[in-house]
C-alpha cells in the first residue's frame, strides 16, 4: 500500500512558476513509476508526466512540454512537478499517482495509488 500525497499548488499569474511536491508513503517507493495528472472542471482527467523508478527518464504531455518538468528524489519518496510559463489553461486540480512498473506510464488506468490533488489556479 502507498499513500500519495500532494502539497505545493496555489494561486499564481501567468508566466509565473510553481512546484508541487508529492510524497509517498512506504519504504518501495524506487519500484514504482510516478505520474502527474490534472482534472480541470467539467473535463476528464488528463495526463501531464511521468518518470521511471531511477529517475532517468520521462515523457510529457505535449501541452507541457519544454515548460513542466518532472523529477523524483528516492532517498525522500518524493516526486516533484516543476511548472514553469504557467498558462491559465493549466488551472486545474493536478493529482500524482505511483504505478507498479519500472518503465513510463502514461495511461491512467495503469496507475495503482492516487493522491488527494492539490489545486493550481492561474490567472491571466
Known amino acids: 500500500q502507498v499513500q500519495l500525497v500532494e502539497s505545493g499548488g496555489g494561486l499564481v499569474q501567468a508566466g509565473d512558476s510553481l512546484t508541487l511536491s508529492c510524497e509517498a508513503s512506504?519504504?518501495?517507493?524506487?519500484?514504482?513509476?510516478m505520474g502527474w495528472f490534472r482534472q480541470a472542471p467539467g473535463k476528464v482527467r488528463e495526463f501531464v508526466a511521468t518518470i521511471i523508478w531511477n529517475g532517468e527518464s520521462t515523457y510529457y504531455a505535449d501541452s507541457v512540454k519544454g515548460r513542466f518538468i518532472i523529477s523524483r528524489d528516492n532517498a525522500r519518496n518524493t516526486v516533484f512537478l516543476q511548472m514553469n510559463s504557467l498558462k491559465p489553461e493549466d488551472t486545474a486540480v493536478y493529482y500524482c499517482a505511483a504505478a507498479q512498473n519500472f518503465g513510463l506510464v502514461a495511461k491512467r488506468y495503469a496507475y495503482d495509488y492516487w493522491g488527494q490533488g492539490t489545486q493550481v489556479t492561474v490567472s491571466s
Open positions: 512506504g519504504r518501495t517507493f524506487s519500484m514504482y513509476a
